[in-house]
């Protein structure tokens, strides 16, 4: 827990377009980002034998579903990685993977969304299948 106290923390509100507040949190986390990416993403991706092309292939199925449930997702991701300076293809791809500790994602995907975020009214959900 935090020594300070709430009214001490300097606070920066997010607001504007996906691309603002992508921009703006790019700038702020940039180096968590930078080490973010590497130490949780990259490094064992590598030493798993993965190369950066391939983490970016297995970033297809969220950005394909992202364009179709929340295209803003990927505008304020392009905004964060450029603001970071990291490549967006690979950040898309650390953001698609790296919460779920999976760095080859051959074995399945899963996401689940409720039906009020969806156009056609139905709630969607995509099983992992570890085999």
């Known amino acids: 827990m935090s020594d300070q106290s709430p009214a001490s923390v300097a606070c920066t509100p997010l607001t504007g377009t996906p691309a603002e507040i992508g921009a703006a949190w790019g700038c702020i986390n940039r180096e968590a980002i930078h080490q973010d990416l590497e130490l949780q993403y990259l490094a064992p991706a590598r030493e798993?034998?993965?190369?950066?092309?391939?983490?970016?292939?297995?970033?297809?199925?969220?950005?394909?579903?992202?364009?179709?449930?929340?295209?803003?997702?990927?505008?304020?991701?392009?905004?964060?990685?450029?603001?970071?300076?990291?490549?967006?293809?690979?950040?898309?791809?650390?953001?698609?993977?790296?919460?779920?500790?999976?760095?080859?994602?051959s074995k399945g995907w899963s996401m689940a969304v409720d039906s009020p975020c969806l156009r056609t009214g139905v709630c969607l959900c995509i099983a992992e299948n570890e085999g």
């Open 48 to 105: 798993a034998g993965l190369t950066r092309r391939h983490l970016q292939a297995q970033a297809e199925t969220f950005v394909r579903i992202a364009l179709d449930l929340a295209p803003h997702w990927l505008d304020e991701n392009a905004a964060i990685a450029a603001a970071a300076g990291v490549d967006s293809g690979l950040y898309t791809a650390f953001v698609a993977n790296v919460y779920r500790r999976r760095h080859d994602l």
